[in-house]
């Protein structure tokens, strides 16, 4: 049997082999994707500091449902309008579904203006005197280019049987302007969200508004 010896690259080849190695390299990491992205609305961090002890049995309990949402908005993509047609953010998305966001930082908000109540996404185990709040978001547009709007309607359910039952709606725009980035979407967000929790607060009973 007679073995054949396979022939050596020469110092050019190999510096040849090198280069094309470096470049078949650098191309794959300039066609990787950005690093993914996952945003929050703003924390629930308030101006009034949560009390510690125990909750009055007696005292008012405000139960909020999860806030409903129009199906396609309600995930955890980060989406913004361009006319008719709605984009998908390719590096950045919700932490969370959105609509479980917004229930957090509605109730955050109502919890601040609203420190004489007992405000919870989940009333306490044996709480059956608790009123009720049902948030529904028909509309929450945010343009490419242009004002971003978000349009509501809420329910209050009184604790009482034969107490009344308060709907109220309301449209709110965004003066927050700048480029799409998912940054911007995020704050554009927050912004009409805080307008929607503060005109919820002071809607319920007992705010002192009318």
């Known amino acids: 049997m007679v073995l054949h010896k396979g022939k ?38 308030t101006v ?18 999860r806030v409903t949402l129009p199906d396609y908005l309600d995930s955890q993509d980060i989406l ?14 919700w932490a969370e579904r959105l609509s479980s966001g917004i229930t957090d930082l509605i109730t955050a908000r109502i919890s601040a203006a609203r420190p ?5 996404e989940q009333a306490p185990i044996g709480s059956f005197a608790r009123a009720r709040l049902r948030i529904v978001i028909t509309r929450l547009d945010i343009s490419t280019s242009g004002p971003a709007s978000l349009d509501a309607n809420w329910t209050y359910i009184s604790d ?6 308060k709907t109220e709606r309301a449209h709110f725009t965004s003066s927050v302007s700048g480029s799409g980035t998912d940054e911007r979407v995020v704050e554009i967000t927050n912004d009409l ?3 929607l929790s503060r005109t919820i607060a002071s809607s319920l009973p007992g705010s002192g508004t009318p």
């Open 8 to 45: 050596s690259m020469s110092g050019k080849q190999k510096k040849l082999a090198l280069v094309a190695g470096l470049v078949f390299a650098v191309s794959l990491a300039g066609c990787a994707s950005p690093p993914l992205r996952l945003y929050t609305l703003e924390g629930a961090a």
């Open 48 to 65: 009034i500091p949560i009390t510690s002890g125990p909750v009055a049995e007696t005292g008012p309990v405000l139960e909020i449902s």
């Open 80 to 93: 913004t309008r361009r006319g008719n047609t709605v984009e998908r953010s390719p590096n950045g998305r």
């Open 116 to 120: 004489d109540v007992f405000v919870t």
């Open 160 to 165: 009482n049987d034969h107490g009344p039952v």
């Open 193 to 195: 969200v805080n307008q």
